[in-house]
């Protein structure tokens, strides 16, 4: 019996087959219009998210997990006699790093661990799923935590966008950032950096991206073939399966997971989002 349990949010982009088999929670991160907040979108399948952004028919913004919503969790788990470990998005792209932290405090639970990965999409994924393999095994949550911190400081975020607009809308990267990038219409290849997304480099056409993506991996990966690769994409399966295909190639991984970056994510990357999350350590 499990007497741990892995708190995650929405941005994590685990699929849900595998989620239903681990002692997993999943807090969800409001999506709605900028300009209606009130306006629910979240009725919409991840196409047709994608297909209307792309349309010009929605634009969507985020919000955090408010302290209500973690302490109603904690208070829940803890009833049952089980640890809450929190496992969520960068304190760099939200605050509810923060807001975990004051519902911690409000309710005096000093058991309950609460970490900052410094990830997100599927890299967060795989970090929660690595947890909670370990929850299952039954380990104590101090036991996880030891071996989670590091795991995740060394989860490398390699990605792609088919336009900057999307991070500079929602301030993830400055508009000159964004303004270079389009000027040369290129492809440009961003990571994470601390939790924080800064651009990396500028490659010209589809193929030349999933090369560069290769090669960033093969200088930063460490024994990737004994890794769990993660893969997920916005609304862009070929690239994704292309990217796929390049990294078994070239590195004879195993075992890969992919799946499809989430609205939170999404909102804010933009549809055609390609990304690629290993171990550099």
């Given amino acids: 019996m499990e007497n741990v349990i892995i708190v995650t949010d929405s941005s994590s982009d685990l699929p849900e087959g595998i989620i239903k088999d681990y002692p997993i929670k999943v807090l969800l991160m409001p999506v709605s219009l900028k300009d209606d907040p009130t306006k629910d ?4 399948s991840l196409k047709e998210f994608y297909d209307s952004i792309r349309r010009g028919e929605i634009v969507p913004t985020t919000s955090q997990v408010t302290v209500p919503v973690y302490m109603q969790c904690f208070k829940e788990y803890l009833s049952q006699g089980k640890t809450p470990l929190v496992l969520g998005l960068s304190s760099k792209l939200t605050s509810s790093y923060e807001s975990a932290l004051l519902a911690k405090e ?43 911190e590091p795991y995740a400081l060394h989860m490398e975020h390699i990605f792609t966008v088919d336009s900057l607009e999307y991070l500079k809308r929602g ?17 440009p290849v961003l990571h994470f950096v601390d939790g924080a997304i800064l651009p990396l480099e500028n490659v010209r056409g589809r193929k030349n991206v999933v090369k560069k993506m290769i090669e960033i991996m093969a200088q930063r990966a460490k024994n990737p073939q004994d890794q769990v690769i993660g893969i997920s994409h916005a609304d862009n399966e070929e690239l994704a399966l292309e990217l796929k295909e390049a990294v078994i190639k070239e590195f004879g991984v195993k075992n890969i997971i992919m799946s499809w970056i989430g609205p939170v994510i999404g909102s804010h990357a933009g549809p055609g989002t390609v990304a690629l999350f290993f171990q550099n350590a």
């Fill in 41 to 44: 979108i979240s009725n919409l």
């Fill in 106 to 148: 409000n309710l005096k639970a000093d058991e309950i661990i609460i970490i900052d990965t410094k990830c997100a999409s599927l890299g967060l994924g795989l970090v929660v799923l690595k947890a909670a393999q370990m929850a299952k095994e039954g380990k104590t949550a101090q036991e996880i935590a030891q071996v989670i």
């Fill in 171 to 187: 301030g993830r990267i400055s508009a000159t950032q964004a303004f270079v990038g389009g000027l040369l219409n290129v492809k």
